[in-house]
T-cell receptor, first 113, second 119 residues
Framework: ELKVEQNPLFLSMQEGKNYTIYCNYSTTSDRLYWYRQDPGKSLESLFVLLSNGAVKQEGRLMASLDTKARLSTLHITAAVHDLSATYFCAVGVLTGGAQKLVFGQGTRLTINP | EAQVTQNPRYLITVTGKKLTVTCSQNMNHEYMSWYRQDPGLGLRQIYYSMNVEVTDKGDVPEGYKVSRKEKRNFPLILESPSPNQTSLYFC??????????????????FGPGTRLTVL
């Protein structure tokens, strides 16, 4: 059974600091997705990583994928309050052509002024 | 506007009273899926559908049914709801394609969520 674990689950940080959220998964996959969820809202797609070594950046967020280590990271640079949210990674698993997303538990990020 | 819509957004019901949560997407996506979100557990897949008339179980299908009679709609049916089905439910859709022996998917787009309480 595929397990996806995020670390840390809760993160409180100050504006201007850098930090990294880690996403480890237990079986082979080359498809990883990062989502953001604001309180009471739906999930918004941030990044799609589809190969080993993939790196994508959008503003202060950068995501990478190491399929050999079964690890993805979401790096936050010079955090600002607007980035406060819960971040989920999700691993895509193919079975007979159908893709299932298996989600991590989420990392609740709070950025303080 | 490209979107996934769900109805109702909030529902309080009683044990055993059948209910349906509708999901519709206007992006012509073949793939649709239902998830439930519970604190500390992330999102877990209930059912998914690769295309019209093709559905399959996800990780937590017990107590749920789905149907896919049209491409745009994917309703979730709870025939006899129980309190352990109290949760936040999300519908999602995405494109997929098959080329060169490889299945590819873009990201899943999520609906706004349905908060269900079963008393």
């Amino acid at each position: 059974e595929l397990k996806v674990e995020q670390n840390p689950l809760f993160l409180s940080m100050q504006e201007g600091k850098n930090y990294t959220i880690y996403c480890n998964y237990s079986t082979t996959s080359d498809r990883l997705y990062w989502y953001r969820q604001d309180p009471g809202k739906s999930l918004e797609s941030l990044f799609v990583l589809l190969s080993n070594g993939a790196v994508k950046q959008e503003g202060r967020l950068m995501a990478s994928l190491d399929t050999k280590a079964r690890l993805s990271t979401l790096h936050i640079t010079a955090a600002v309050h607007d980035l406060s949210a819960t971040y989920f990674c999700a691993v895509g698993v193919l079975t007979g052509g159908a893709q299932k997303l298996v989600f991590g538990q989420g990392t609740r990020l709070t950025i303080n002024p | 506007e490209a979107q996934v819509t769900q109805n109702p957004r909030y529902l309080i019901t009683v044990t055993g009273k059948k209910l349906t949560v509708t999901c519709s997407q206007n992006m012509n996506h073949e793939y649709m899926s239902w998830y439930r979100q519970d604190p500390g557990l992330g999102l877990r897949q209930i059912y998914y559908s690769m295309n019209v008339e093709v559905t399959d179980k996800g990780d937590v299908p017990e107590g749920y049914k789905v149907s896919r009679k049209e491409k745009r709609n994917f309703p979730l049916i709870l025939e006899s709801p129980s309190p352990n089905q109290t949760s936040l439910y999300f519908c999602a859709s995405s494109l997929w394609w098959h080329r060169g022996g490889r299945f590819s998917y873009n990201e899943q787009f999520f609906g706004p969520g349905t908060r269900l309480t079963v008393l």
